[in-house]
């Protein structure tokens, strides 16, 4: 599941940070997207999607930006200075996002770019699993409606409406789902 490159939001209007992670992050492994604001980033944000966004708080003040993009499936990084970190990493922590202290020595921040890559698999995992789980949801219960819409329009029993679905998924072909929902058509 390994990926050829992470594409990489920073926002921050700090040049200095901006340097330091860009010549961090370099190509082809990291694609690095820089915003100095905050109302430009969203704007890029909502325009394609990130691996990873790295989002600076400046004095400490100015988190609603990282939590506001905890809704996306990116994982959020945010730059806090020392003096607030247990503030404001306990704050932000319920939205999923990680704090790494400001200023901060490369190492630390090649650790927790290994964590945000992890968790960005993590949560793709579960996302797909979480779709798959909808869907399967939504075929059973387009099945059920078809089996009820069988046993009150055709007088027929739980078990001789799961055959006949059954029978004729088989008989043409059909995935069961596309025989359930010719009858509901039929039907209703």
């Known amino acids: 599941m390994q990926s050829d490159s992470y594409s990489v939001l920073l ?15 370099i190509p082809p492994l990291f694609e690095l ?18 691996n990873i966004i790295i989002a600076d708080a400046g004095d400490g003040s100015d988190t609603d930006f990282a939590t506001t993009l905890s809704d996306s499936y ?6 806090v200075p020392a003096e607030h970190f247990d503030e404001i990493s306990y704050r932000v922590e319920a939205y999923g996002i990680l704090t790494l202290t400001k200023p901060f020595e490369p ?10 890559i992890a968790v960005h698999y993590k949560i ?16 059973i219960h387009l099945i059920n409606r078809a089996k009820m819409l069988l046993i009150e329009k055709r007088g027929m029993t739980e078990q001789e409406a799961h ?4 029978k004729e998924s088989m008989n043409t072909g059909l995935k069961r789902t596309a025989i359930a929902e ?6 209703e």
């Open 11 to 25: 926002v921050s209007h700090d040049s200095k940070i901006c340097s330091q992670i860009q010549a961090f992050l």
């Open 33 to 50: 997207t820089v915003s100095s604001e905050s109302n430009e980033a969203r704007r890029i944000a909502s325009e394609r999607s990130f």
């Open 74 to 79: 990116a994982t959020v990084l945010l730059l």
């Open 107 to 116: 190492f630390y921040l090649y650790n927790m770019m290994k964590v945000a």
């Open 124 to 139: 793709q995992t579960i996302s797909s699993q979480t779709v798959k789980l909808k869907t399967k949801m939504e075929e």
């Open 163 to 166: 055959r006949y679905l059954e």
């Open 182 to 187: 010719s009858v509901i058509r039929e039907c």
